[in-house]
């Protein structure tokens, strides 16, 4: 049976069709534009459907149900989102309003949670029924799967391990608190490392002034740097690295799952990243009665959104 | 239907027929002695079972399956346990022993992981599916609920919380790591606590005086002391409590369960520890769109074990 899946974010929606074999046979992508009323945006998802069954040549009797991942808190079970800061939603009824135009079940879930999902069934994590795919990007995003269902928290929360504290009274986090991992394990937490040792140690980090200054900065610059050899980058990149290694295993020690998955675009930096934080890993206490933690790289692209909420459908 | 429950300890073994109630109809108790081999121990607990049910007045047929809450890491699927330390065991086939004795179903759990079903089921998070029981004592323990059901994780390690990193390079581990949670919540830890601010302002800790020096303190100690109004002690329980509060955020913020459940020695400190950790947890970022969290004292006492043994034994 067919599935549609949507991923809808802060600036764009895709819908697709996908099939049994978890691949994309019709789409269709708009523009988010979140300053609009809920309901205008729902109305170009279901726009979107439509064009995606149309482009698959089907019609919607011929899916069984849609599944929507969304930027923020959702209530599985009711269909509803919390909150969602990226599109300025509060307490909506996202179920109910997609059902305005399609009488397929709707299911949805967080867009973290559908990636985690999507990653297990055909990604880093495939064959494995418990898993956590963390995001590594401007935050620090997780979804975690359990018993090989998504667990999406009480509330829909579950997996906001960015804002876990790693450090107490550490670096000040944007969301008002201090020493949450975000602080130390994001993209942006490297760019601030990597400003630091820049404000300590300059002159001596060509990359900084090649970047165009420290507020130029981005995280690529600095992978980049380390792996071409720049001694400053190396030691921001390990530190950072070491960073990222506690929280994996944080995540290992908590839940105990088979693989932890790392994803997002710092993720991108590929085999020089994951080799780096899995020299910083400690391992079990359990020494050899457990296996050593699987670590690994993520391997969908960006349709792991798309086709996990295609999956989150099939779950109805 | 009855099911026999085994709560296994390093010290003693409790065992006991519970009925559909959840009362221990008959029950029986012997001391571990861990020095001695495998096999010697399973024997006994076999005795304590056929004790346990020769009380109650019913034989091996009127029961549906055993369950036994073992101190370490188990693989419940197997029936083996991998690692425990307090036992000195390691990857022994309990299932496969107890079946010498028995034809009825064996099921095991790691015992914090017992205590946290029973809880779920009849104490502190009755009527939820999602829950966490974290218990503080020399060290920390942690047993989840997700979806109604214990995880244990994949290699029987979920909830080891007690080991992942709240301050990176802080107190040195006995696990050999440094800055384990378990060294800034644990009773050890209250306890170092007061004795460095027993050594850095004293005299003024009559508390400390009081217990026959620093070396005798225990937590009961300080915490009777900071209830009593001494000002040292109060503020190292304070500080020992935001710990505390921050350990409980990061598991609400990881798992996002229903509630979080304090068991062990240090939570008899009652409403006075609750309240004072309350006074320091943040809440959600999600604001009003999340219901605050709901942070209890575990309500069974000793037989939780027992109890939750004997449920999980339901679960085969």
Not at 117 to 139: C, D, F, H, K, M
Not at 182 to 194: I, K, Q
Request: net charge negative.
């Amino acid at each position: 049976m067919q599935y549609v899946g949507i991923d809808l974010g802060g600036t764009g929606i895709a819908a697709g069709v996908v099939n049994e074999a978890h691949e994309i046979i019709g789409r269709a992508a708009l523009k988010t534009l979140p300053e609009r009323p809920f309901e205008a945006i729902v109305r170009d998802m279901a726009e979107a459907v439509r064009t995606a069954l149309a482009r698959a040549g089907l019609a919607e009797g011929d899916v069984a149900a849609i599944g929507i991942g969304v930027p923020g808190a959702v209530d599985p079970a009711a269909g509803t989102v919390y909150l969602s800061s990226n599109l300025g939603w509060h307490d909506v009824d996202l179920r109910a309003e997609m059902g305005r135009y399609f009488s397929l079940p709707v299911r949805l879930d967080n867009d973290a949670n559908c990636a985690a999902l999507a990653e297990s069934v055909l990604g880093a994590s495939r064959g494995t029924s418990s898993s956590i795919l963390i995001t590594i990007g401007t935050g620090i995003g997780a979804g975690m799967v359990v018993n090989g269902r998504v667990w999406s928290g009480a509330f829909g929360m579950a997996g906001e391990i960015g804002h876990t504290t790693l450090v107490p009274d550490g670096v000040p986090c944007a969301c008002g608190r201090s020493g949450c991992l975000e602080c130390y394990c994001s993209a942006t937490a490297l760019v601030r490392m990597a400003r630091q040792a820049w404000m300590t140690f300059r002159p001596g980090a060509g990359y900084v002034d090649r970047a165009g200054g420290p507020e130029r900065l981005t995280a690529k610059d600095v992978i980049d740097a380390a792996r071409a050899g720049d001694a400053q980058a190396e030691r921001v990149f390990r530190a950072y690295a070491r960073y990222v290694a506690i929280m994996c295993d944080n995540a290992f020690n908590f839940l105990d799952p088979e693989i932890v998955v790392l994803g997002g675009g710092v993720s991108k930096a590929g085999p020089f990243l994951l080799d780096t934080v899995r020299g910083y890993l400690t391992q079990s206490e359990m020494g050899e009665a457990r296996p050593p933690y699987r670590l690994e790289l993520a391997r969908l692209d960006n349709d792991a959104g798309l086709i996990g909420a295609a999956l989150v459908a099939r779950e109805v």
